[in-house]
């Protein structure tokens, strides 16, 4: 299984974008699917977290602004970013927290402009 990150891009301070997450496959055995973001030379931090039992947890960076959502029918998450700083800037990573293990899918970068 393989996970896909998209929607990511250019956008002013205040703007909004919307990332998604699609599984190539059936997850199987999944505890929780995560957004995590990483600047480059920094440790990637978990900003958004669900699970399959409706548990939602945010970074403290990002509560208010952002929301994580899933489509269980599409097999995809979503992460709805408004209010955008430049601190947000960052690359944009899924994963998935399974019994078998961790999937990760190649990022998607955000870039807010002040």
């Known amino acids: 299984v393989q996970l896909q990150a998209s929607g990511g891009g250019l956008v002013q301070a205040g703007g909004s974008l919307r990332l998604s997450c699609a599984a190539s496959?059936?997850?199987?055995?999944?505890?929780?699917m995560n957004w995590y973001r990483q600047v480059s030379g920094e440790q990637r931090e978990r900003v958004a977290q669900i699970t399959p039992g409706g548990l939602i947890n945010y970074a403290d960076s990002v509560k208010g602004r952002f929301t994580i959502s899933r489509d269980s029918a599409k097999n995809t998450i979503n992460l709805q970013m408004n209010s955008l700083k430049p601190e947000d800037t960052a690359v944009y990573y899924c994963?998935?927290?399974?019994?078998?293990?961790?999937?990760w899918g190649p990022g998607t970068l955000v870039t807010v402009s002040s």
């Open positions: 496959g059936k997850l199987v055995g999944v505890r929780s």
């Open positions: 994963n998935a927290v399974a019994v078998v293990g961790a999937y």
